[in-house]
Structures are given as C-alpha cells and as structure tokens.
C-alpha cells in the first residue's frame, strides 16, 4: 500500500515543469576528463568532459560551455563540442576553458602506418546494437524476425556475420551499390521496415555501415582483440533538479587499447521520475531522488549513480557514529543527500518492531509493561539477545529456510518434509554458521532417513531445477534465461550456464528402500562417472565452471557437488556472502541494499554500496555468523529509526532515514491475531496447537494465510510470498470471521477482559493485547465516549472496539 | 456503523477518472491547399505507415506507396474519402485516447495528424514526381570485388556455362575458347538461371530486393532479349522451365509460385501456397504437378492445372531452400542438412483419416513415401539434378559437394575443398560434368564421377588491384 502511494505521489511529481536553477557558481578548479588521451585512429576522436562544483558541493557539467584550443592542430583537432579528433602522430595539448578558468588535457597520436578498414566486430555490431537491431523483439529474437535473425544483443559475431553477408544470395549487402543494401536502405527508412526508422542519414551508425559495405563487408569476426571493461564518468553525481550532465562511456580492449563509445553506447536510467537520458548520454534530471543510470556498449554494463537534490548550503552534517557498521554509511550517505535521519522510535514501538521481525509475533501486555519500566540503557541490546533464545525464533526462521528452500508434500513426502525442517530447526537453534548450512545441504545423498539434507535434491525436479534453486538462493543470481541464450541483462552466457548444471548432473533419484510405499519419498543417487554437460549452442561438453569464475580441475570419479560446495561458501564467491547479507538485511527493512534481493546484477547496483560491501566483510570476518549479523542490524540506530519523517527525509524511501511500514507477513498476523483474541486456530491437518510459522509447508489449508500471500513454495524466489495488500483482505478483516468470531467468541480476549471494569484500565488493555501500547490521553477518552454509547451493552462496545483496533493500520504494519 | 463506514471510504477511493475529449483544431481551405503530398505528407506515411502497409504482403490488405494505393483502401474499405477527413477510417486509427495505429509505436502528433486531415481536406492531390522510384541497376564495367555467384546452368548439350553475376548473366565457353559473354538484366541481385532442354532459351530469375522480382528470357545463341517481365514486389528466387518450355514456375517472396509464361502477352499465375518466401519451384517430369518448397519450412505439391493443393508432404525443422523432381521422386533440402527424397506415388495416395469431427486427423504415412540422404556436413544452399534425372548433386555452406543417384539414394562422387560457401550448383545432362558457384565469386567446373577440376575462373571482369586503402 504504501509502495502505490508513493508511486501515485511520483507521477503527480513527475508531471511537474522544470524549473531552470539560476547558473551556479563554480568554486572548485576546472575538472576535465580525461586528464591525458590516448589516440590510435583517426575515425575514433574521444571526447572531453568539463565540470566544475559549486559551493554546496554539487557537480555542474561544464562540457557544452568549454572552449577548447590545441596546440597543435596537425595533429590532434578538437571539435566545438569537445571531442578530440587524431590528425598525424605526435603530441598536442587541449586547453579548455570555462568560467574565466581553464585546464589542460594531453593528448598523444599515435597512428599506425597501414590503415584499418570499418571492422565488422567492432563498428558494424555496435551499430546492429545501437540501432536495437539485435534486440530481444526484433531481429534478436530467437527465431528471428521476417527471416532475417541477428544473435541476441550482438552475443555471436560469427553468426550475424554469415546472416548479414551469406544468407539469401548476399541479398542483404550490395557491395556493388552499397546504399542499395537491406542493410542500409531499410533501418533508414528507404525500404518498408516493419521495425521503423532506426537511424537518420548522414549519422554515424549510417556512416559506419555505409563504409564497412563499401570498403568489401570484410570479416574480422576472428580478431583476437577483445573488449575488457566499460568505464562511465562521472560515476557518481550529486546535483540539482533541472540539470544536464553529458555522460562519457569509454571501452578498454584487452590489447591495451581504449575508445571512446559514448556515441555507440546504449543509456537507460533506473528511475525515470528522476532523471531521463538522451540516446547520446546527455543526462537531464528532473526530480529530487535518486537514480542509476546504466550504459551498455556490446554486452558490458556500467552503471553511474545520480543524487538529484535541492542545494542546500546550510545543511550541517550528521556525525558519523563509529560504533555500528550499519549506522556508519547510512549517515554517510545521508550526509551525502543532505537528509537528516528520523528520530529514534519510542520502546513500544522498537519492541513491537524487534519481535514482529526476529520472532514473528507481537511483545504481550507483560512483555511490553516490563521493557517500558526497565531503567537499563542498554536494555534494548538486552531485549535482542533474549529475542534470540525464544523458541519462537526458531520458528519464524525455519519458516523462512523453508519457503526459500521450497520444503513442501508437492515435491517431497511427508517424513521427508519433516526430517528436513527438524534438521533446519537444529541448525537454527545452534547457530549453525551459514557456510557450513549450505554446504551440508548441497552434499546431501542417500535416504531422508539417513540423512535430512538429501532432501534438498529431493525437491528439484531436475538438475537444471537444481542448478537455478541453488544459484538464486545462495547466489541472489538467475540464471534461467541463459539456459537458452545469452542473458540479456548480464554477462551470463550458456558456457556459464552449462558450466554450473556439471556441477549438479551427477545427482539421480530413485525409490527410497528405507521408506517404501511411502508417496514422493525419493533416495538421492551421485553417479560420479556421469560426463560434464552439453552446451547447446557449441554441441561440446562443458567442464564445471564456477559462477563468475574459473573452471576447477577435477578428477574423475568424485562427487563434483562438494568441489562447488565448498566454493560456494567460500569467501572466494563473489556472490554468496553479499547475496546472503543482503537478503538477511532485507527481513528487517522494507526492501533490501539491493532490490529485488535475489536479483544481483551489475544493472541493478545496490543503493549504498559502501554498506553492503563492509557488512558482507563483516559477515565474512565472523564466519558467517548470522546472528551476528542480524544483531548488527537491529541494534543500529538505523533500524530502530521512527517511521516519523522530517522535513528533509519525507521524500526518501531507499536510503533508511527513516522506518518505513511493512505489511506483517500472513503467519505473523495471524499468530498476533491469535494471541490478541486469545482464541487458536485450528489448521486442519497439523499437529493441534501449531502456530501459523510452525506448519510444514503451504499444503495445510488456511484461507487466511493464502489471502495473506503465503508462498506455495513452488519458486525459489522471495517473490513468491506476497506481502502486497489487496481489497480482499481489507474485506475479510472487515467482515471475515477471523476476526469478528473472534472477538465475538466467550471464551476469547474480549470476553476475559470484561471482568476489568474500571473503564480506563480496560481501554488500555484493549490497546495492549491489540496493538502492543499503550493508549494515548485522547484514545482513552475516545475509547471510554465509545463504551459509553453503548449504554448497557458493554460486551457489544469491546468487540466493536477491539474489532476497529484490529482493523487499523497499526496492527496491520511493522512499523 | 463505523464497520460500514470503511468499507464506502474504500469504495470511494475507487473513483474513476474522467478525462476530456480532446477538440480537434479547425480546418482551412486556405492553408490546406498549401500541404504538399510529396514535401509534407509522404515523409508522415513513409516514417509511420509505409512500414507494414506496403507492397503485396501489406497487412490489411493496405498500402501507402502512392496516393493511388491510398484512395484504392485495403480489406478494411476506402482509407478516406476526399474532402471528408473527420469522417476517415483514417482519423478513427489514428486519434483517440489510445490510437490503433501506428501499433505498437507511439501516436503521431496533433500537427501531423492536422497535415493529413487539411491535405485530404483540400483534395489530397499527388504531388508526386511519376516514374520509378526505384534504384537503378548498375553493372559496372570491372569489378571491385568479385560478385557472389548464385546460380550456374549447363546448356542442354553441355557446350556452355551460364553462370548469375548479382545483375548479369556470364556465358562461358566450355568447348572453344571464347571469353566470356555478358548478358546484363535489370535485376539488382539474380538468383537463379536455366536453360531451356530444346536450348533455344535462357531464363534469368531475380529482382530488387523489397522492391521488385523479374523474369528475363534471353537468346543464349546470340544473347538478345526474348521477353522480360516484372512480378511480385521482391525477389524472384528459384524454379525451373516446364517440359514444354513455354513457361518457367518461380519461388516468390510473397509466399506463391509464379507460373510465368515465356511469351510477354500470357498470362502469369500465382499459386499462393505458402506462408513465407517460396524458395524453389520444380515441375514433375510429367508437367502436370509443381512442386515448392520454402522459408515456411514445408515441401508441398500442387496441380498446375489448377493451382490445387494435392499434398503439403513434409515440414523440416528449418527453411527448404531447394527442390528437385522426376516422374517418381520429389526431393528437397535446405537448412536442416539431410536431403529427403518423396516418393510421389504414395505420398499423394489416399490419406487416412483417425478420429472424427474437430478431432479428425490424417494419418501420415510418412515413413513409407520419405526416405533421407546421407547428412551432409552443413546447411544446404542447392541441389541439381542431371539432364538425365539420374543424379542429384548437393551443395551448400560447408567446403564439399556430394552426387547420389535418385533411385537408391547411394552417392556416387565426392567433391572436397570447393569454395564455401557455394550457392548454385549444376549437373549436366549425362551427369558428366558438375558445376558451381560461389560466394567468393568462382565459377568451378569438375569431372565426374572422379571429381578432377577442369576449369576455375572469376567469370567477371576485375578492376586492376586498386592501391591499399589510404583513408581511415
């Protein structure tokens, strides 16, 4: 609810004129960049960006405003705009100037003595790119488009090659009049193209084209020359709304060599509310927030961060505090967008939060009366610590290693379910350290009889099942789409794909002996002679290849899972600490350092980058120790912040200045209702008196939970519980008898309460039960007025009563 | 009462939206006879119509290429009526709150929108220059580069080699030592050449890409023009003359054969059989059956007589680029590299029926009537019979060519090392001599069945080695 309210608020915003800020003033020195260039060709000039800071610390783009003069133009030429173009080898110096300042960029030519010809790797694909040619909808499609297939976003160059030139008797190339080539005359609109005009006479993307056909549309689909990394500037701004910043994509080779793509490279922003990007990287910004801008050249990503804020020059910094890793770059980064932090939330409130969140249902009367007497300062770190020796944290986080690990009568069967969470219970209630966890599971085999974790593999329906569950779980990546082809969104290519799925192929399942006749009850098998698997696309087997990394030396006949395992959960893996940081971090805030968490890519970068990375390490260094880290965070201040805001963080809903509401996850809910009410509900089919989070799996029937987004565990993805809310559940709050029956029921809450008859006392503990406070001075009143026009019906007053608490936001919301 | 209170404050909260209608601006007579179809309306359609609306596979059946077309409308009825621009189809797609067209792309704008309503206000007159607004075909006088070689023939007595140059046809010698014969075409790319089996025609198949297909039969004695004509809005692909030679059946981009008589005043008839490009066309040795084979990934057979369907007979996984046929076989061939041969008989006798109704379903006797080749190593481009249709050589993208004979499908030659990859091939009539053509622009000839080259040329003229490139 509140995620639409803001998105309704965004696009009132977004609609908005802009308002041009009066020029800034620049304090700093002229800042260009690059600072040195390095020229190897002539038709590859390399621009120069100028900026300056204002004051206040913002950054203003310069570029459009510089002049620029070489000293030597027979050599190295700049254009009005800034780009350095190569005329003979030797060496120059640009001197721009701006703002009654100037600065110096040295620029060396060194042009080889045979000239190139347009490359078809490295001019016609990025154009085909460019363009979007190669895209997913149209000629990257996987069959293609109107017969003629490109491969996705420029993956294979030997075969867009052969489409280009071969296919159809060369009909696509013309060398003999080359604007008369498809290739040419269509995505300029000459010819009828269904996909439209794709670029304008005269361009570059025309140009390169046009050359390349011209010069014989020869192959260089071998060179060797390979790209490395794409590299953005400036890669972090902090500006005002109304602003322009030209952005600069340079692509490193791995023979040593840069370029300048900017004009070939292809910009996308995050949010649009915030800022929107021109196909030649000129960034304007439009709202105060935030923003990753992303660029492409070939199939690498790199990603710059926008802060679009209102110059402030009186803000004063919040100290950084030193004494919680969490709280450290939070300020940091707050004192970074001028937004001062909420303030610390009363104890009802941090007692409330603290125990929705470790164990999954409200503090009671008592609980509450007492913390809020204790004098103790350090009593809220005192409180934590106790919070983790409750049984009840072992049943809010055995529910969450199920839903994640899919435990469910679906795919497994009955003893099998239960063997597998006892065996989660048992690690939870010892700490088990969050690297030795995994690890044990993915090395399970045998019969759920002999060994719990077998269960684990039991669950997949196949390796390719096997290998996105564990990639997606333990590495926050998904790798589906690079099953079939290139991820579109990330360097993951088949070779990646297939690399992971030998891990995991040699795993078979037959009947369990020691459970026979029992339904799904299934014995995990390691064929170790099992040959790695094929890649599709290259028809050759693939050794196993760690995510993102190398590809071990294994000898034959051993159980590669645990030579995986063992990576895995290693320091060494890029991915699983950071991945398991983050989504712990995400079950104590509203969304996590990077969102959605299990969907890490260089295209989605975490919002503070600095506190993810030092939590990771921190997480590393205590061995992954969860309860350390879960600990770091609820006592930061940052956690316990209100969800109050001031008047500079009201607009910020990613940066924890403040707490931002949550709905209570459906079996929290309903154990709360169950404790407010003090009448059980019964699950039909569990053991009696189990609550909400100690059921086994989603198979019990309980229409409450599933209308409260209970996952089915059929996905491996967080996404799969909904934590949304809908009218249906506004309505069977309103009239369902969850908890008018409850209310209402002679042996419940209400009717127990009754016997209190000084109105003052029973009004609050009305409150207590229900919302865990306290009333106010003014509830009270309000809540005796109310009791009172009921006359004589007292008992009708307090169901009403209770019935309207529960159906208000503050029973509906951690917050 | 306070229960039923939230629940209308949550009603309420549903409220609709109501948004204005937006009024269209006025039309002028004054500035409407000012529009012009070429300088202001033509580049409006051809940015965001002429995409999808042009042609013979226009959808709807609607096309923009000229105002004529315009005013001719589509499946759909008259695009406009002159005059009347407010009460156009054309308005009605093009406004609203979410225009129908352009689909898929953003909607054009209220200034564009006022171009069209005033030019059809005022008459929607062409402005247009007339004639082809095409690109003319330039055969150069020495080459550049080599040009692809996509289809070489044998004559009938095996004396010369004609091979398709991108917009010429080369004769060459093989008996004396005459240099080659050029015989240019006003097609950009050609695809396919024959000869006649009397050997008093040569036909010349191919087109403009997107804009044009053309059939040119010439005089192979003496290289004049028989006949030439245009069909279909792209390429012509391949075919091969009837028995009688008074017609050549062609492959079209717009999914139909093309029965194309050689005498200019027939009549040409198009078989549409095909949801994508026909890649080749082939008679039966009888004349009474054609055979195609196309990018719908489908081999089918039809009655010349009637352009009938009799069989679709086969669906590969991939696109057919290539047929072949005698009195008892149909052959074809294409990306998916096993060549099936189809016996005709039983493929085209009664189909069973299972089931019955909605459900009901033929029966494929498929296993009975196809019969595959050996895989060849690669995607297959084309493959020829022998005059004698006795042999059948497949060649494509893959550096070898390989000759099986038809009956029992057991090869009988093996060609390694051409180049690759190899568009056209050519058996001649006794099955002799093997030819083919390249992209690299080599005409190759080969004895059979030994496989000894006997001739390897460039058939065009070449430009002198131009100095190496200077410009960057």
Known sequence: MNRRLTLSMCLVLGVMALVHADEPTIVS????????????????????????????????????????????????????????????????????????????????????????????????????????????????????????????????????FTSLTDEFFGRRINKHNPPASLLISKPLGDLPHQGGIRFEHGGLLHEYLLRWVEEGATSDVDDPVKLVSTQIYPENVVTGPGMQQQMQLLAHYSDGSTRDVTRLGIFNVNTQRVAQVSDEGLVSTTDLGETAVVARFERVFATANFIVLQANPDFEPTPIPKSNLVDEFVIKKLNDLKT??????????????????????????DELLAFIKDEDPGKRSKTIDALFNRPEFIDQWSLKWGDLLQISRNRLSAPAVFAFREWIRGAIASNMPLDEFVRTMLTGRGSVVDDPTAAYFAVSVDTDDTLQRATQVFCGVRMLCAKCHPHPFENWTQGDYYGLHSFFNQVATKNDPRLTGVANAKSILVNVSAAHSRNPRSGQLQPPRYLGGGEPAIADGVDRRQVYA??????????????????????FFHRGIIDPVDDLRTTNPPI??????????????????????????????????????????????????????????????????????????????????????????????????????????????????????????????????SILSRVTNGSGRVAQLLKETDDDKFV???????????????????????IKSYGDKRADAAQDLMWALLNSKDFMLVH | MLRISIFTAILISLGSLVRADDALPALDKETAGKISYRADV???????????????????????????????????????????PDESALLEMITGDEPEMPQKQPPLSAAKIQILRQWIFAGAKDDSTPGDVGRAVHIPETYRFAPAVTSVAFSSDGSVLAAACRSEVVLIDLVGEQPPRRLPTDSDLLSHVEFSSDGKLLAAIGGSPAHYGEVRFFNPVDGTVV?????????????????????????????????????????????????????DVAYTGDGMMLVTGGRDKSTKVCSVETGELLRSVDGSTEWICSVAADDQFVIGAGKARIPISYELKIALSGVEVSGAGNGARPISKRAQYAKNFETQSGEILDIATSGDRKLVAIAGAYGDI???????????????????????????????????????????????????????LVPVPMAPPAESVTAQ
């Open chain 1, 29 to 160: 020195e002229l800042q260009v960049h690059p600072t040195e260039i390095k020229l190897d060709h002539r038709r590859h000039p390399h621009s120069i960006i100028v900026s300056g800071r204002t004051a206040d610390g913002q950054l203003v783009d310069l570029t459009s405003q510089a002049t620029f003069a070489s000293s030597n133009e027979e050599i190295a030429e700049p254009s009005l705009l800034g780009w350095v173009q190569a005329t003979a080898s030797g060496s120059a110096e640009v001197t721009v100037s701006a703002v009654g300042k100037t600065a110096m960029v040295k620029v060396d030519v060194a042009i080889p003595d045979t000239a190139k010809l347009h490359s078809f790797r490295h001019d016609v694909m990025p154009v085909l790119s460019k363009a979007g040619c190669n895209q997913g909808s149209c000629h990257g499609y996987s069959l293609g488009k109107n017969g003629f297939k490109l491969s996705l976003r420029g993956s294979d160059a030997g075969f867009d």
């Open chain 1, 340 to 365: 001062k932090p909420s303030e610390s939330a009363d104890d009802a409130t941090f007692l409330r939060r603290v125990h929705l969140d470790l164990i999954g249902i409200q503090p009671t009367p």
């Open chain 1, 566 to 587: 063992e990576w895995l959960a290693s320091p060494e893996n890029p991915f699983f600490g950071r991945s398991m940081t983050n989504r712990i971090w995400s079950y």
């Open chain 1, 608 to 737: 503070n980058p600095e506190l993810l990375d030092g939590l990771t390490q921190d997480f590393i260094d205590h061995k992954f120790d969860v309860r350390h880290l879960m600990r770091t965070i609820v006592t930061s201040e940052t956690y316990q912040r209100s969800s109050v805001a001031n008047e500079t963080n009201a607009h910020d809903d990613m940066n924890f200045s403040r707490a931002i509401p949550r709905r209570l996850p459906a079996e929290s809910l309903l154990d709360s209702l169950v404790q407010a009410t003090g009448v059980p509900e019964a699950f039909p089919g569990a053991p009696a008196g189990f609550t909400a989070k100690q059921l086994p799996d989603a198979n019990i029937q309980s229409e409450f939970l599933s209308l409260f987004g209970k996952p089915q565990r059929m996905e491996a993805c967080e996404c799969e519980r909904d934590d949304g809310s809908n009218m249906l559940q506004a309505l069977h709050f309103i009239n369902g008898k």
């Open chain 1, 764 to 786: 609050a503990k009305l409150y207590l039960w229900s919302l865990a406070r306290l009333p106010r001075d003014e509830e009270v009143e309000l809540g005796k007025s109310f």
């Open chain 2, 42 to 84: 033509w580049p409006i359609m051809k940015r965001h119509c002429w995409g999808c609306h042009s042609g013979g596979d226009a959808k709807g059946g609607l096309s923009v290429d000229t105002v004529a077309d315009m005013l001719k409308g589509g499946d759909g009825g008259a695009m406009f009526e002159v005059g009347k």
């Open chain 2, 227 to 279: 006949s030439s004509r245009r069909v279909s809005h792209d390429t012509l692909f391949r075919g091969g003359f009837a028995p009688d030679n008074n017609a050549i059946a062609v492959g079209g981009a717009d999914g139909a054969a093309h029965v194309i008589p050689v005498d200019p005043k027939g009549e040409v008839r198009s078989f549409d059989l095909h949801s994508d490009w026909v890649m």
């Open chain 2, 402 to 456: 390989r000759v099986y004979k038809i009956g029992d499908r057991q090869r009988t030659a093996l060609i390694g090392n051409t180049p690759n990859p190899v568009y056209g091939v050519a058996l001649n009539a006794d099955g002799t001599r093997l030819a083919l053509g390249s992209k690299s622009g080599q005409v190759q000839v080969y004895e059979l069945p030994e496989g000894k080259l006997i001739k390897s």
